[in-house]
């Protein structure tokens, strides 16, 4: 990602982390066309790789995945037009045939990697509750003392995964997610705009009411502000702008 030299620890033996995407999907809410998120690839990747780290790209069900239009730097919106990591990484040609190209989550060997590492984006809340290989490869990853991340509605998994024991990973521990500030800052956008009809929600159901009823100690830095949290090897983020800030977590506890 750049000519830096990230003066890895054991260029022989580089941490290597399974970032998962999911797979592209319509809303049953607004019938939209819905997947992951960009930035929530590209700044975790770009973090990585300047870490001197391997990054392989997965996704539930494999083969090519499509992101949310406003995450698309090139989008009409404008939204994210000011988000350069992700514009470098979508017209790199071999950066962008991972996200071409994904590998399936069934065929993620734990024992090779060192972290997981689960993106958001609107497609995870309506694809992750079936996806029943990565509730199963997230907690191997937990179980297993290796870093397990998850950000913005990518913490949808943490409503699925569960221990051998049967118990969620989430119970107990100190969270994040995408916040319910933001759920109603985007229901209120879509309201206004005139997208949706005023009893219609963007979203099925709820990242921090989720977590809070299954026992997790939920918390939150503010409407679309950068903020993660890590509670031991189980590592969380806010929204699409706290993708650098998990990454930083992630590689504090993997180290280099």
Request: aromatic content about 10%; glycine content about 10%; charged content about 20%.
């Amino acid at each position: 990602m750049s000519l830096q030299d990230p003066n890895v620890l054991n260029p022989q033996r580089r941490k290597r982390v399974a970032m998962v995407i999911a797979n592209p999907a319509v809303s049953t809410t607004t019938g939209w066309p819905v997947g992951f998120w960009w930035s929530e690839l590209t700044h975790p990747y770009h973090a990585f790789v300047e870490a001197g780290y391997e990054v392989a790209v997965f996704s539930p069900a494999g083969g090519p995945c499509a992101a949310d239009d406003m995450s698309d730097p090139n989008d009409a919106s404008g939204y994210s037009k000011t988000d350069l990591i992700s514009q470098g990484f979508i017209h790199t040609p071999e950066l962008k045939a991972l996200v071409d190209n994904t590998q399936k989550v069934a065929d993620l060997d734990v024992a090779a990697f060192d972290a997981i590492v689960v993106a958001g984006g609107q497609a995870p809340m309506f694809t992750f509750e079936g996806a029943t290989d990565l509730h199963a490869k997230f907690a191997a990853f937990f179980e297993a003392g290796k870093v397990a991340a998850a950000l913005c509605h990518g913490s949808a998994i943490l409503a699925y995964a569960k221990d051998s024991q049967g118990h969620y990973i989430a119970k107990g521990r100190t969270v994040t997610g995408f916040a319910n500030i933001e759920e109603d800052f985007a229901d209120n956008a879509v309201w206004n705009y005139g997208m949706l009809p005023r009893d219609k929600h963007v979203m099925p159901w709820r990242i921090e009411d989720r977590l809070k009823a299954l026992g997790a100690n939920y918390v939150q830095g503010g409407l679309w502000r950068s903020f993660a949290v890590r509670d031991g090897n189980l590592v969380t983020g806010q929204q699409n702008f706290s993708g650098g800030e998990t990454a930083r977590l992630v590689i504090e506890a993997l180290g280099r």
